[in-house]
């Protein structure tokens, strides 16, 4: 019923910066609060920010400063603003939206997009 798909990743110089989107589409859903993910290799998938849809915004400790996450909610996006890269920044991506579906009766439900490789180079 929804779709994530996110664009934006790509190899950056440390120092670098990025923007990530994320648009949902889908027809019949509301959507809550909308985040991003990553996952490094060999590591388990971890929180990066969340918006709500009031605009509220939480972010992990390590890229607290550096990453602003934004969301437009007339077309149904989010955006990451990723600034001073760091190797260690490097992992996929993943778009998540918690979405209130409204199909018959009602259901909240859980969506990811496919990811969206980042890669920063020393």
């Known amino acids: 019923q929804v779709q994530l798909v996110e664009s934006g990743g790509g190899l950056v110089q440390a120092g670098g910066s990025l923007r990530l989107s994320c648009a949902a589409s889908g027809s019949s859903f509301t959507i809550n609060a909308m985040g991003w993910y990553r996952q490094a290799p060999g590591k388990q998938r971890e929180l990066v920010a969340t918006?709500?849809?009031?605009?509220?915004?939480n972010y992990a400790d390590s890229v607290k400063g550096r990453f602003t996450i934004s969301r437009d909610n007339a077309k149904n996006t989010v955006y990451l603003q990723i600034n001073s890269l760091k190797p260690e920044d490097t992992a996929v991506y993943y778009c998540?939206?918690?979405?209130?579906?409204?199909?018959?009766?009602?259901?909240?439900?859980?969506?990811w997009g496919q990811g969206t490789q980042v890669t920063v180079s020393s």
């Open positions: 998540q939206a918690r979405v209130r579906v409204l199909v018959g009766v009602s259901y909240d439900a859980i969506y």
């Open positions: 918006i709500s849809s009031g605009g509220s915004t």
